[in-house]
């Protein structure tokens, strides 16, 4: 249990006991397909070696006992006062066990005792990391057998139902599901999925993730108009969502909306570039990737206009600093930018950013070089 002694100290501490087990759950970035999810369209995330990790065990008296290290705080509630729209962390985890017994699980309580080193709010999703590392010790403490596409849902639930985050699946389904060195295709109509090889190390490519510290503002009302355009512009094609388009050129020219179009034109391109990058993935050869990353964030910032200045900066720096492909990952006004480089490249380049942003006054931006990683599952 190296390098969790803190939590399983922390669990000791409150129980006088060893814990059962320790369970993670990784955070991850979206490669590419952003604004797609709502569009029943494509997405294809990858899983961070970053990752939510509770020491865990049951409890036989109906509580549940709630810690988070970094927090450093302790809740303890009865599962039958359990109910949704609980303030606050907890509600993450409380959440997962409320949407377990909802579904018809009998569990009981547990205390649980959180850590975690993936960023909060940088939309790296820790949020999904604590629930899918919750569902991952459940389902182990409980003896539950929930096949992960299944366990991806339930955390879901959680974030939707429990917390009242109106999230898709993209989230949990990467953090239950990703494997090593791979990413993962995701339909979100069907929620039918596929591993896609990235073996980043092995063709000497690294990910850069760089985190632009652009404080989000006015996220959800663009998300909002943004989802709502692209519902209106379904109606007027005539299609159930914008991945049912086949002919963009068509479709835009039944189309008399100019912003409408070019939103309608970067989700069905979006869709598109992230066939291309499974066609990528399958075909063994990453450099196929780097054009497709670039391509995604000037149809960001120029058809669906959910970039910002700050995030443009880093882009534009990555390219002219070396990076063979870059773009904003997630869903936009601030957040990450990912950039692929020849390996031992990325930090350099993370550096170069920080140069550019101390030169235009923005804030220090934060990174690291990300490996694709696997899914939830048990440390201990
Ligand atoms: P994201 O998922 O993009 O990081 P969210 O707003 O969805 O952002 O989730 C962030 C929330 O998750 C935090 O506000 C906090 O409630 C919870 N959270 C994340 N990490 C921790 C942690 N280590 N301890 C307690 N709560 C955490
Ligand atoms: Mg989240």
Redesign the pocket.
Known sequence: MSGYDAIVDRYRGVTGEAPEGLWYAP?RVNLIGEHTDYNDGFVLPFALERK?VVAAGRRVDGRLRLL????D?DVDLALSDLAPGQE?????LAGVVWALREAGHDVGGATLV???D?????????????ECAVVAAYCDLYGLDIAPIDRAKLARVA?NAY?G?P?GLL?QAASTLCQAEAGLFLDCRSLETEVVPLPMAEQGYEMLVLDTKTPHSHVDGEYGTRRATCEEAARLLGVPALRDVTDLDAALARLDDETMRRRVRHVVTEDERVLRALEVGRSGDLAGLAPLLTASHASMRDDYEITVPTVDLAVETALSAGALGARMT?GGFG?CIIALTHAGEADGIGRAIARSFAEAGYATPEWFTAVPAQGAGRLA
């Open positions: 955070g939510a988070s290290l970094e927090l705080e606050g962390w907890s509600a993450y959180l850590t975690s993936v960023p909060l709010g940088a939309g790296l999703s820790s949020s999904a990391a604590i974030e917390v985050a999230t989230d997630g957040g």
